[in-house]
């Protein structure tokens, strides 16, 4: 819906066409292939960086959003070809990105994987929502485990070095 909003307007924010990028390249993650059809869209984003806008989009940038938008449905990766028993996380924030990591059993990772997240889209009305939180709980590690965690913060492309 967010791809067809943009289109529909004869001018944007960049800040929202900065916004619909990192959805759409958090979503081409699964299937990292999928992120080559938008090198036009981070060009404009860069051109446009320093500039007032709203700004019309460029023909390329359309064309490059219309074929994400087809690619969505089929964006699919086999989760259980091989398990890395690190797991890592980011978020962003206006200030920066973080990331974690901290390595799990094998096993641990493996029953984790298998389990299907969209549930939540199939019934939203119908979801007890702590009940399925309850059930993906799992054991902390105790601090003499082997499992670690490495914080980051990254500020504006600052790159941290592991503490």
């Not at 916004?19 to 981070?42: D, E, N, Q, V, W």
């Not at 965690?149 to 504006?156: P, Q, S, T």
Request: net charge negative; aromatic share 8%.
């Amino acid at each position: 819906l967010s791809i067809d909003w943009m289109l529909s307007q004869p001018k944007v924010c960049l800040k929202d066409v900065e916004k619909l990028l990192g959805h759409c390249t958090f979503m081409g993650l699964i299937a990292r292939p999928s992120l080559s059809c938008s090198s036009s869209i981070y060009v404009f984003v860069a051109q446009h960086r320093d500039k007032v806008g709203p700004f019309a989009l460029w023909a390329s940038v359309r064309e490059e959003l219309i074929t994400f938008k087809g690619l969505i449905p089929m964006l699919e990766a086999d989760l259980t070809f091989g398990v890395n028993p690190t797991v890592m996380s980011v978020d962003a924030s206006e200030w920066g990105l973080g990331a974690v990591q901290q390595t799990f059993d094998s096993e641990l990772v493996s029953e984790t994987i298998r389990y299907d997240d969209r549930w939540r889209f199939v019934r939203p009305h119908e979801v007890d929502v702590l009940r399925h939180a309850e059930a993906l709980e799992v054991d902390q590690p105790s601090p003499d485990s082997e499992s670690h965690v490495h914080a980051h913060r990254f500020d504006h492309g600052d790159v941290c070095p592991d503490e």
